[in-house]
């Protein structure tokens, strides 16, 4: 029952994770919610190129890393508690390489389409910089919080508390 | 419920008690069954039994300590007789000479004191008996031949030795309406002190039983052991009586033939174990160096136990049954009695014992070092046993003392458990029979094993048994077993202990 609440779990967190890169982030940066107080004739362009980039980017880091992860929780075979906890490093190797990328990507691509160097656009960098961070915990730290299978279960940071909370 | 009193006779008998002890740890004999043990050995000092001994008080140890558990692992009591040294009981002398006072019996008696001439070289009436009757039953029958008149007497004044404190608890059992009373002896009959012994105790038990009108209600059986090992002519310097292999055959005739004579009504079953290829041992006449390694006939010799349970109460039948090894080369599973039952409890103790000791003791060791919090973050078991803060959450905390001491106690046990089994299953001429275990070291069986001593993790069980169609996983998978299946809501070592003996036996 464990095992499948854990699985059930995963995949609600994908979804989610899904949902908030590719749906929530897109509408925050839109003109509907009016939030970013800059305006400029090239934000549709910029939407089309740094931005859906950067969120495709944030997105598959995440998801790639998270699928290593777990793909290692299943085969993951430890004699011993002090063995497991090596493992932790390589969790935190994921989420900061995967932070890392994420915003490389980001300043780079804005660099080479020679967005960074434009006014106006800094407040939309600091956006995309902030989601790259929170898409990191969203696309990967939830869903292994929740769901990493077996002996790593509890290497995730608050692993502990999220899964005592769907008795997994 | 059922009472079995289990008394090994010499060396051989205490080897046996060995496997009695081990298999009546895993529940073997049933869980509402009482064990007590005996030793009798003229050799106080003898290394057989003084590993008995220690086995005996790790494994009572832990029956005291786990047995309120949920399977029925150490669920059984285990009492403790003590050893009882005959000789003392006779006389304080050490040899023939002095117990039977030759110059008084050569005065008073001179015809007596020609025959004790006759039956006894002078080597023989001189020999110190401290290290036992030395492998000839006629000097162990004359000095049990003693003990009759001065057991008698015990009970009147009260139980004074193992030996009146057992006789004391049967005629107790009867006394509160229990008819499942067994008494078991053990013992080789082609050595000194248990062919000697075991004929004499038996019938003075009968006769003691029958006097009070008791003997319908007390099984006494017999596992003998014919011979099954030999040796080379003992290191003792000028000494020259002492046991010879080549005596073997002959003391096992003439024991054979008293029995058949001169048994009538002491046994109810006999049960004769033995094996045609001779384990060579070092050899020592008595004292701490005769230690040898147990051996799967005494391992036979125990599981005859439940076999006199069987149609209990069909006093007067003459029946004879035998059983055999299917090849001369090995020996399988299918080779022992209750083939099934033997084998499903014999693995789950020898994962459980090897899983304790190479894995788990050494975690919550670890636990203790690392701090529970972080510590739990690679075992997703720890928090269902332990407090992850200290003991708040009314769960134990794995550094307090009593469970540090609780794990002693079953890393112990484990380690005497896994030297005795290991011993057994390198038993076999050329062959390992059915457990495939690491070598422990013995040696340090008679000094104290050391639980905190550094020894490596291990994890894989599927390895360890022999034959096993089922290959089990590694322990953790056990582990994530513990940390997701509902098992007792037990917490602690003793929960810990209890549900790993528990999934070990569903993985067969």
New interface residues.
């Given amino acids: 029952m464990?095992?499948f609440k854990q699985w059930f779990f995963l995949f609600v967190t994908a979804l989610f994770a899904i949902i908030w890169i590719f749906l929530f982030q897109p509408y925050v940066l839109s003109d509907e919610l009016n939030l970013l107080s800059a305006k400029t004739s090239l934000l549709d362009e910029w939407r089309d190129t740094i931005m859906w980039y950067s969120l495709l980017i944030n997105y598959s880091m995440s998801t790639i890393f998270t699928l290593i992860w777990i793909i290692q929780g299943v085969n993951f075979?430890?004699?011993?508690?002090?063995?497991?906890?090596v493992?932790?490093k390589l969790w935190w190797f994921f989420a900061i390489i995967s932070t890392s990328i994420n915003l490389s990507f980001l300043l780079i691509l804005s660099y080479i389409l020679r967005f960074i160097d434009q006014t106006g656009f800094y407040e939309f960098l600091l956006w995309l910089a902030f989601f790259a961070i929170v898409d990191v915990l969203v696309a990967f730290w939830l869903p292994t919080a929740i769901a990493t299978p077996?002996?790593?279960?509890?290497?995730p940071p608050g692993s502990?508390l999220l899964r005592s909370i769907y008795g997994g | 419920m059922k009472k079995i009193y289990a008394i090994g006779v010499g060396g051989s008998g205490s080897k046996c008690l060995e496997s009695v002890i081990s298999l009546h740890s895993l529940g073997f004999y049933g869980q509402d069954t009482v064990l007590g043990v005996l030793l009798v050995d003229a050799d106080a000092s003898n290394g057989n039994s003084q590993r008995t001994n220690i086995l005996l008080d790790r494994t009572i140890k832990a029956h005291d300590t786990f047995k309120n558990g949920s399977t029925q692992l150490f669920k059984s009591e285990l009492i403790n007789y003590g050893n009882w040294n005959p000789l003392a009981d006779v006389s304080n002398a050490t040899n023939l000479e002095g117990i039977f006072n030759k110059p008084a019996l050569q005065y008073q008696t001179p015809a007596l004191g020609k025959l004790f001439d006759a039956l006894y070289s002078p080597e023989e009436q001189v020999a110190d008996l401290g290290v036992g009757f030395r492998g000839r039953p006629p000097i162990g029958s004359i000095v049990m031949s003693r003990l009759e008149l001065e057991i008698a007497r015990g009970p009147g004044g009260g139980a004074r030795n193992g030996w009146q404190r057992l006789y004391a608890s049967i005629q107790d059992d009867l006394g509160a309406g229990n008819n499942q009373v067994i008494v078991h002896f053990f013992g080789s009959i082609f050595g000194g002190t248990g062919a000697s012994g075991i004929p004499t105790l038996a019938k003075l038990l009968a006769n003691q039983l029958t006097d009070q009108g008791l003997r319908a209600n007390v099984r006494i059986n017999a596992s003998l052991l014919l011979p099954y090992f030999g040796f080379e002519k003992p290191d003792d310097g000028n000494q020259t009586v002492y046991a010879e292999t080549r005596f073997f055959a002959l003391n096992t005739q003439a024991a054979l033939q008293y029995l058949t004579e001169q048994a009538h009504g002491s046994f109810d079953r006999i049960y004769l174990i033995g094996d045609h290829d001779k384990k060579q041992y070092r050899s020592f006449t008595g004292g701490t160096n005769q230690r040898n390694d147990a051996h799967f006939v005494e391992l036979y010799a125990g599981l005859a136990i439940n076999h006199g349970f069987q149609n209990f109460g069909n006093h007067g039948e003459s029946k004879g049954s035998y059983i055999s090894r299917t090849s001369s080369e090995r020996l399988i599973w299918d080779d022992l009695p209750d083939a099934d039952q033997t084998w499903q409890q014999l693995s789950q103790g020898v994962k459980f014992a090897y899983a304790w000791l190479y894995?788990f003791s050494?975690?919550l060791q670890?636990?203790k070092t690392?701090g529970s919090s972080?510590?739990?973050?690679?075992?997703?078991w720890?928090?269902y046993y332990f407090s992850l803060r200290g003991g708040e959450d009314g769960k134990p905390d794995v550094s307090s003392n009593d469970e540090v001491e609780r794990n002693k106690i079953l890393t112990f046990w484990s380690y005497y458990f896994l030297v005795w089994i290991e011993q057994i299953s390198t038993s076999h001429r050329g062959v390992g029979i059915w457990f495939r275990l690491p070598k422990l070291d013995a040696t340090t069986v008679s000094r104290e094993f050391n639980p905190d001593a550094p020894r490596p993790?291990?994890?894989r069980l599927d390895e360890l048994v022999i034959d096993e169609n089922r290959p089990l996983d590694?322990?953790?998978?056990i582990?994530?077993d513990l940390a997701?299946q509902k098992l007792s809501n037990q917490c602690g070592v003793i929960g810990l202990a209890h549900n790993l003996f528990q999934l070990l036996g569903g993985s067969n």
């Avoid at chain 1, 075979?77 to 906890?85: H, I, V, Y």
């Avoid at chain 2, 590694?474 to 998978?477: A, E, K, P, Q």
């Fill in positions: 464990k095992v075979k430890a004699e011993s508690s002090r063995k497991t906890l493992k932790l077996r002996t790593m279960r509890y290497l502990r | 894995n050494l975690e670890d636990a690392l972080n510590f739990a973050k690679g075992a997703p720890f928090q993790y291990h994890e590694c322990l953790d998978s582990k994530n997701d």
